[in-house]
């Protein structure tokens, strides 16, 4: 879940428990580090305190015995006082010469693996360097680990007889059983606090946010067609008042916009319905002018077939004039027009007599089938062709020499398709996503709503239109609707 999805409590709540545990980590981490410290100098002056105890014993050694005081004479000096002084301070010692060989050691019995005879030579290097002649190893085997200090042992005159090796383990059973005492209890602590955080973040987080949901409630009850009360809350925040204060004002301001909003609503409403009503009444006058053009231009008293060409204008004109008719009627019912009349009817005749007004000798016409029955309104048939075929006209204009538009009614799966084919200047592809919007238009006139109005019929039948197009070549718009 991404936190911006949260709700402000659930942030309040998750904030305080993520405190704790940091809280908790670091202090442990922290006791963790210093305990480790303490035993690391713990072990560091443990070391230095018993080597100097048996430097002690050792000079006092030396100084009572009765052999040379020789680096030579050490073993013998020593063969017997090096067990107790090792006994005494619970620590192994080894007595080297000042070359690194080994002279003596506390250990009773050992092995060439489990002791070194020699010095390493950087570490005779290291102690001879040194101001204290002081050198401390430290290094770790099978999980412990291990120091180990050489140091010069000087006689009377202060001249160095030997190097005096002291192996040390360092054991931190103790320490670390400290440490574990410790964290455990920490733990419980921390588990209270824990539980107790719990407590506070669910109370605090709840408190906070009661005063927000109660103002976003009456947020989100807020509309701007009636009239919406004011948040009356009584001690609370400074912050909260602000936002409540600010809340109140806007109440009162949205109040005046309402006003005003609505008067414009209606005007704009009224502008629209003009606008579509003088669409839909110039779509049946056009093909009633160019029928009424047609007919003066090829009207001929002499012709034999006068009286049934005029019956044909007749007919063409009285239908156009029944669709200003049908829009007149449903002008007071705005978001139906024009009302809707279903009818059994043959496509392909009335696709056919909607091309009739066309007097372009470039459209043709094909049906599949001479008879294709499907339920429609018969002036929103004529509408979807006339208007598809107008807009093939307008995309063919005077750019192309060889002017084609066909219009093809055929049926496939219950499904009546009126295909209408042009090779005009085709839809460029940054308006391809716009072509159906009302009142967007690529061309100096007209409303725009004449593609808009052919998906809203089509789609009331529950059809569909979609086209494909290539700039420059032509468009093909392909209407389906069902047969029944």
Not at 70 to 99: G, V
Not at 170 to 187: T, V
Request: with cysteine.
């Amino acid at each position: 879940m991404k936190l911006k999805k949260l709700s402000l409590r659930v942030r309040i709540f998750f904030a305080m428990i993520l405190l704790v545990l940091i809280a908790s980590v670091l202090i442990a981490a922290v006791t963790i580090y210093q305990y480790n410290e303490e035993a690391r100098d713990y072990h560091e002056e443990r070391l230095q305190r018993k080597e100097k105890a048996i430097i002690s014993d050792i000079n006092y050694v030396i100084k009572e015995t009765t052999y040379p005081v020789e680096t030579e004479k050490i073993p013998l000096i020593f063969k017997e006082e090096i067990y107790r002084i090792a006994e005494i301070h619970s620590l192994r010692i080894n007595l080297y010469d000042l070359d690194g060989t080994l002279m003596i050691t506390s250990k009773a019995s050992f092995s060439n693996d489990s002791i070194y005879q020699c010095i390493d030579t950087d570490v005779i290097n290291a102690l001879a360097n040194t101001a204290e002649r002081r050198y401390v190893i430290k290094n770790s085997r099978n999980g412990e680990i291990f120091q180990s200090s050489y140091k010069y042992i000087y006689d009377a005159r202060s001249k160095p007889l030997a190097i005096l090796n002291l192996p040390y383990l360092e054991n931190d059973d103790f320490l670390n059983k400290e440490l574990n005492e410790f964290l455990e209890r920490l733990g419980y602590a921390y588990l209270f606090m824990m539980l107790l955080a719990i407590v506070l973040a669910l109370l605090l987080s709840k408190y906070i946010t009661s005063t927000l949901k109660t103002i976003a409630d009456k947020i989100n009850q807020t509309r701007l067609e009636k009239r919406n009360k004011k948040i009356d809350i009584g001690s609370s925040s400074e912050e909260i008042s602000t936002l409540v204060n600010s809340y109140n004002s806007m109440i009162d301001e949205l109040e005046e916009s309402a006003v005003k909003l609505a008067t414009s609503e209606r005007e704009q409403a009224w502008r629209e319905m003009a606008k579509q009503v003088a669409h839909e009444i110039k779509n049946p006058l056009t093909p009633m002018r160019l029928s009424i053009q047609s007919f003066q231009r090829k009207f001929d008293p002499e012709d034999e077939n006068i009286h049934q060409k005029l019956d044909e204008y007749t007919k063409t004109l009285i239908q156009q004039i029944d669709t200003m008719s049908s829009i007149a009627a449903a002008f007071s019912n705005f978001a139906k027009m024009p009302a809707q009349q279903n009818e059994s009817l043959n496509v392909t005749n009335i696709v056919k007599l909607a091309l009739d007004i066309f007097s372009e000798d470039y459209i043709s016409f094909v049906s599949e089938d001479h008879e294709v029955q499907a339920n429609f309104d018969r002036t929103q048939l004529i509408r979807v062709v006339t208007n598809l075929v107008k807009n093939s006209i307008q995309a063919i204009g005077h750019q192309t020499e060889s002017p084609k538009i066909e219009v093809r009614v055929s049926v496939h799966d219950d499904m009546v398709k009126i295909k209408v084919n042009d090779n005009g200047s085709g839809i460029s592809e940054e308006n391809e996503d716009k072509i159906f919007e009302p009142k967007f238009t690529t061309k100096t006139s007209g409303m725009g709503l004449g593609l808009a109005m052919v998906k809203n019929i089509v789609e009331t039948y529950k059809g569909s239109i979609t086209f494909t197009s290539q700039e420059g070549q032509g468009t093909t718009f392909i209407v389906t609707f069902p047969k029944l």
